[in-house]
């Protein structure tokens, strides 16, 4: 059982940058053919899908969050981090990195989520 767990500051001030860090657990994120996502659900409203990374290091974004978001890994640490700069209080949600297979649509393995505000 692949586990996950976010992790971050809960308080991010307008225009800065968003950064948190998945760390995978019992399981490596090389392993074919895992995409390694960040999905986010503003207050009220659905799940958003941000952006992957695979198992091989490729990378994919949504194209409304393209210009602010990238995400990287560390393998050494089996860690992949988000970063979404120039935040606004509209960038405030739950924020969880998620896994999934290549070729499958639901996500197979999720974090508990972790609540990020963007306030001054």
């Known amino acids: 059982q692949v586990q996950l767990q976010e992790s971050g500051p809960g308080l991010v001030k307008p225009s800065q940058t968003l950064s948190l860090t998945c760390t995978v657990s019992?399981?490596?994120?090389?392993?074919?053919?895992?995409?390694w996502s960040w999905i986010r659900q503003p207050p009220l409203k659905g799940l958003e899908w941000m952006g992957a990374i695979t198992y091989s290091g490729r990378t994919y974004y949504s194209p409304s969050l393209k210009s602010r978001t990238s995400i990287s890994r560390d393998t050494s640490k089996n860690q992949f981090t988000l970063q979404l700069s120039s935040v606004t209080p509209e960038d405030t949600a739950v924020y969880y990195c998620?896994?999934?297979?290549?070729?499958?649509?639901?996500?197979?393995?999720w974090g508990q989520g972790t609540q990020v505000t963007v306030s001054s």
């Open positions: 019992t399981g490596s994120i090389t392993t074919k053919y895992y995409y």
């Open positions: 998620a896994a999934r297979l290549y070729g499958e649509s639901e996500y197979r393995y």
